[in-house]
């Protein structure tokens, strides 16, 4: 259910408001856009992401050429009013040079190729199904896969007994460990079984109360 009172966006002099699209499943800020009144409207009539082109000076349907829509999820107000958020589950991606998102430069000192954290259990994921499909050698993760499924069944086992254990001895240090351990094979057992870290959390939607 969108929960959305119009008449209290402040738009600009030129009847525009700013809007960010954000991922609803990783939670990755897509891009940013303007819209109108008109093209809000649109968006909560369609239940797609709808904005107002400022160069062609017309609404756009995102994905409504490339294929790569965003299909809404929530609308949020930010607390002055003058900028809104389009929470969305994003088919394709948000950038039209090829990118998942439009921010994916740092403005930075240092190099950090790291993932933000945020978004680490879907990079993850990522990782190792390119790990499985390219094969690179010296690769644990594409050596798993090259054992096969039962392989993969039985570390997560191992692993669950660990983390077991380290829960019963009260060790944070190890705790951690050894659940990040279980969390790596697992995400690595989901891939091998075609299940996504989508149909996951959307279980757990449906779960919660």
């Not at 809000?40 to 062609?56: H, N, Q, V």
């Not at 009013?81 to 930075?108: M, N, P, Q, W």
């Not at 039962?150 to 019963?168: F, H, P, R, S």
Request: charged letters at 35%; aromatic letters at 10%.
């Amino acid at each position: 259910m969108i929960d959305i009172d119009i008449n209290k966006i402040k738009f600009d002099e030129k009847g525009l408001v700013p809007v960010i699209t954000q991922s609803y499943y990783t939670g990755k800020v897509l891009m940013q856009a303007y819209a109108n009144k008109e093209a809000i409207e649109k968006t909560i009539e369609t239940g797609y992401a709808t904005y107002f082109s400022r160069s062609r000076n017309k609404l756009w349907i995102k994905g409504e050429t490339s294929g790569n829509k965003q299909k809404i999820v929530k609308i949020k107000i930010d607390c002055d009013e003058d900028s809104i958020l389009y929470l969305v589950k994003d088919y394709g991606v948000a950038c039209h040079t090829g990118e998942e998102s439009c921010f994916y430069r740092d403005i930075d000192f240092k190099e950090d190729q790291k993932p933000d954290a945020y978004e680490i259990f879907h990079k993850l994921y990522e990782k190792i199904e390119s790990r499985r499909k390219e094969k690179p050698e010296n690769s644990y993760v594409a050596k798993m896969f090259e054992k096969g499924s039962d392989k993969i069944i039985q570390k997560v086992g191992e692993e669950a007994v660990e983390t077991v254990i380290a829960l019963k001895n009260k060790d944070k240090d190890e705790i951690v460990y050894e659940a990040s351990d279980l969390l790596f094979h697992l995400i690595m057992a989901l891939v091998d079984a075609g299940v996504s870290l989508q149909d996951i959390q959307e279980e757990l939607l449906r779960r919660y109360k």
